[in-house]
């Protein structure tokens, strides 16, 4: 009985000796005063603006300050000039957000958006000396490239730029509900190469491929017919289809065209040439 006491006292009193030493090594080591700035920087006139259009009703955070992690950095890329920044995000926001606000309602791209909008100042240029003029990252980032280069006077400046944001955002509209691959695939299923940009436009074109990039694969497809026709007012597209030499290239842009109509309305109950119609709009507010 006696042991089993002594045994028992034994251990509570290395518990207590533990206690104790583990107390004073962690006193030993607790850090002084902290080598980390964790004040938060101040707020500028534009980062309350964006704030005001884009992370408040939109939840999409806007970067414009340089951030390594978001960037390829074996490539030679820059943030954007700081007043550069509003006016690209103002076009961004009339063109596309207000568009689809518009025919999708005001709850639209709240549901289904890129979290976070990546500006870069200058050129993405790849290897083969095409450009990259934007990227979507798992449907939550896209990032816009030659922000320094935007001029708001240049209705073709505009659309191309316009053109990399609606481009972007069809492919986060297709993770979210695919279009119909099965038949698309049908339709052109010679022309796709990875070679894409040894072919001039005109040329796609007549194969029935809205531009070159196009032909790369089938997403790409379906995203290039859709953001083309969004940039295209009404007349321009139909000027457009009336250049087309090829029966069969004539036939295969308007059958991808009707894929992309069906898909807007079945997928998200919302009119495409509405939506092609309040881009046009809007595009010529921004322009004028």
């Known amino acids: 009985m006696k042991i089993m006491k002594l045994l028992k006292y034994n251990k509570i009193a290395v518990l207590a000796l533990v206690s104790i030493t583990l107390f004073s090594c962690g006193s030993d080591d607790l850090p002084g005063e902290s080598q980390l700035d964790f004040t938060q920087p101040e707020k500028t006139a534009l980062d309350n603006w964006i704030n005001g259009v884009y992370l408040d009703p939109y939840n999409i955070n806007v970067q414009y300050k340089w951030n390594q992690n978001t960037v390829d ?74 922000t320094d280069y935007i001029d708001k006077s240049d ?51 007549e194969l029935g491929f809205i531009t070159s990039y196009a032909r790369s694969n089938i997403n790409e497809d379906f995203a290039e017919t859709a953001s083309m026709i969004l940039i295209y007012s009404k007349d321009e597209y139909a000027d457009f289809l009336a250049g087309i030499q090829s029966p069969f290239a004539l036939q295969a842009l308007k059958a991808k065209e009707a894929i992309v109509v069906k898909y807007f309305k079945e997928a998200f109950n919302m009119d495409f040439y509405a939506l092609r119609d309040e881009a046009e709009k809007n595009t010529t507010s921004v322009i004028n």
């Open 73 to 146: 950095n074996s490539r030679y890329l820059f943030p954007p000039e700081v007043d550069k920044v509003k006016p690209a995000l103002e076009i961004v926001q009339t063109i596309w957000l207000k568009s689809y606000a518009a025919i999708g309602g005001p709850d639209f791209v709240k549901k289904i958006a890129p979290r976070e909008i990546v500006l870069v100042g200058g050129v993405n240029l790849n290897s083969v000396g095409t450009r990259t003029l934007g990227l979507a990252e798992g449907g939550q980032r896209v990032t816009l490239f030659e």
């Open 155 to 205: 209705r073709a400046n505009v659309s191309e730029f316009i053109h990399t944001i609606q481009h972007e955002y069809i492919h986060i509209l297709n993770q979210n509900k695919p279009f119909d691959e099965k038949t698309w695939k049908t339709l052109t299923p010679g022309g796709y190469t990875a070679d894409w940009y040894n072919y001039e436009i005109p040329e796609s074109n």
